[in-house]
């Protein structure tokens, strides 16, 4: 099953390469918003992973 973050990266893809088709400004802008929220979900679940495995391990 894809991460939260994946599917906000993918979501913000197509919405960033629909804007520039269609030279919409907004539609780009959403994309990038998209991406970026999916950057971060990845990056938050990545270190709540090491934090849970840091922790099993003591």
């Known amino acids: 099953m ?3 973050g ?3 990266q993918t979501k913000g893809k197509v ?3 629909a804007g520039e088709l269609t ?3 907004s539609l780009k802008n959403e994309g990038r ?3 970026a ?3 971060i979900k990845e990056k938050v679940g990545e270190a ?3 934090l849970k ?3 099993r391990r003591d």
């Open 2 to 4: 894809a991460s939260d």
């Open 6 to 8: 994946s599917v906000d």
């Open 15 to 17: 919405k960033k390469a």
């Open 23 to 25: 030279d919409d400004d």
């Open 33 to 35: 918003v998209d991406k």
């Open 37 to 39: 929220t999916g950057d």
């Open 48 to 50: 709540a992973d090491k």
């Open 53 to 55: 495995n840091a922790l």
